[in-house]
């Protein structure tokens, strides 16, 4: 990939597109983390639905 040289005439087109790609990678890092966290709660709720069979079964 060509990196493109700092003029007086792209310098705010080069700061753009870093900014934009920056902004891109952020977004994805949320968005990872927020599926991560629902994957973790639905296993943390799935947990404690089996707990909650597996003590019912010990108090019969």
Same mark, same amino acid.
């Given at each position: 990939?060509?990196?493109? /040289? $700092? !003029?007086?005439?792209?310098?705010?087109? $080069?700061? #753009?597109?870093?900014?934009? &790609?920056? *902004? &891109?990678?952020? $977004?994805?890092?949320? &968005?990872?983390?927020? #599926? %991560?966290?629902?994957? !973790?709660? @639905? /296993? *943390? %709720?799935?947990?404690?639905?089996?707990?909650?069979? #597996?003590? /019912? /079964?010990? @108090? #019969?």
């Amino acid at each position: 990939m060509e990196v493109p /040289k $700092l !003029s007086e005439g792209n310098a705010g087109a $080069l700061v #753009i597109n870093a900014c934009s &790609a920056q *902004l &891109a990678t952020n $977004l994805l890092d949320f &968005a990872k983390r927020c #599926i %991560e966290k629902d994957q !973790s709660q @639905k /296993k *943390l %709720e799935h947990d404690l639905s089996e707990n909650h069979v #597996i003590s /019912k /079964k010990l @108090k #019969i």
